[in-house]
């Protein structure tokens, strides 16, 4: 069965610092690995995505990610974090050969001025 | 990028009645959406996936008399939580895809709290 797991409930980073959030997950075949970030009271928004290619995937607000399939991670990361960062971030795995989505756990990320 | 609309945001109904959320791809057609659950401090659970034109596939455990999908039109899912209780209440999300493929990514509305008082 495939699923992904986010080991930390909440990362604690200053201002200006980098920043990273991990995601490891567990899949047959080829991973379809997703990042999406939650504001308080609001939907999920798109970060970015892995499908093939370059093992680091740039995305949205100057948020990347890494695959490692020898580590079987997708860690999100962004070089210099801003107070506006704070949120929830989930990570998915999409299901082979279905449309559905396996969330991790959620990691809350607060950043500190 | 694509856009989900959900209706509406907040709804509080008295125990008993029955709640209706709607979930719109405003600016694509969507042929699958999903509908989450989402408790305080937790991540999201599916509860069923709806296909434009059939019947609605639920989750293990989740109440298809008490949850009620219908996906009549590309563009419009509805979550009907029948007969609410207090138990239900909680944040409702719809989710769309826009048909690319197992690529593809999910475009998420804005979410719905239900309160049931």
């Known amino acids: 069965a495939q699923s992904v797991a986010q080991p930390e409930d909440q990362v604690n980073v200053a201002e200006g610092n980098p920043l990273t959030v991990k995601c490891t997950y567990s899949v047959s075949g080829n991973p379809y690995l997703f990042w999406y970030v939650q504001y308080p009271n609001r939907g999920l928004q798109f970060l970015l995505k892995?499908?093939?290619?370059?093992?680091l995937v740039k995305g949205s607000y100057g948020f990347e990610a890494e695959f490692n399939k020898s580590q079987t991670s997708f860690h999100l990361k962004k070089p210099s974090a801003l107070v506006s960062d704070s949120a929830l971030y989930f990570c998915a795995v999409r299901e082979a050969g279905t449309y559905k989505y396996i969330f991790g756990t959620g990691t809350r990320l607060k950043v500190l001025a | 990028g694509a856009v989900v609309s959900q209706h509406p945001s907040r709804v509080i109904c008295k125990s008993g009645t029955s709640v209706k959320i709607e979930c719109r791809s405003l600016d694509f057609q969507a042929t699958t959406m999903f509908w989450y659950r989402q408790f305080p401090k937790q991540s999201l659970m599916l509860m069923a996936t709806?296909?434009?034109?059939?019947?609605?596939?639920?989750e293990q455990g989740v109440e298809k008399d008490k949850f009620l999908i219908n996906h009549a039109s590309l563009t419009l899912s509805t979550l009907t939580v029948t007969s609410a209780h207090p138990e239900d209440s909680s944040f409702y999300i719809c989710?769309?895809?826009?048909?690319?493929?197992?690529?593809?990514?999910?475009?998420f509305g804005e979410g719905s709290r239900l309160t049931v008082l």
């Open positions: 709806s296909n434009e034109g059939s019947k609605a596939t639920y």
């Open positions: 989710s769309a895809t826009r048909g690319e493929g197992f690529a593809g990514e999910l475009f």
């Open positions: 892995y499908i093939t290619g370059d093992n």
